[in-house]
Nanobody, 128 residues
Framework: QVQLIESGGGLVQGGDSLRLSCTAS????????MGWFRQAPEKEREFVAA????????YYADSVRDRFTISKDKAKNVVILQMNSLKPEDTAVYFC?????????????????????WGQGTQVTVSS
């Protein structure tokens, strides 16, 4: 079994930064990738960023590229999402996800159905 726990959300002003963490426990040895998704009220869950667990490959949604950075610490089973220059439209619940699915590439990493486990989410609110 796998457990993912997010932390680091909060209320900030536009232009500020936040750092989200996702700590994984359980069968992390089987991971092939981890990702961050977000869901705003009355909107569908959308891809934010993803990182390969077995290489240095990362992927980003166009809306966050150059502002957000995903990184990982495999020794600690932690994935970090550093969010800079936050905008009100970044307001959402942010979810961490992990997958055993060995598919590769942006097309796989950006699809929620590729992921096997999900965290409970952490709220990020950006005021204007």
């Amino acid at each position: 079994q796998v457990q993912l726990i997010e932390s680091g959300g909060g209320l900030v002003q536009g232009g500020d930064s936040l750092r989200l963490s996702c700590t994984a426990s359980g069968r992390t040895f089987s991971f092939h990738g981890m990702g961050w998704f977000r869901q705003a009220p009355e909107k569908e869950r959308e891809f934010v960023a993803a990182a390969s667990w077995t290489s240095e490959t990362t992927y980003y949604a166009d809306s966050v590229r150059d502002r957000f950075t995903i990184s990982k610490d495999k020794a600690k089973n932690v994935v970090i999402l550093q969010m800079n220059s936050l905008k009100p439209e970044d307001t959402a619940v942010y979810f961490c996800a992990a997958r055993e699915n060995i598919c590769s590439g942006y097309g796989c990493s950006r699809v929620a159905n590729s992921y096997d486990w999900w965290g409970q989410g952490t709220q990020v609110t950006v005021s204007s």
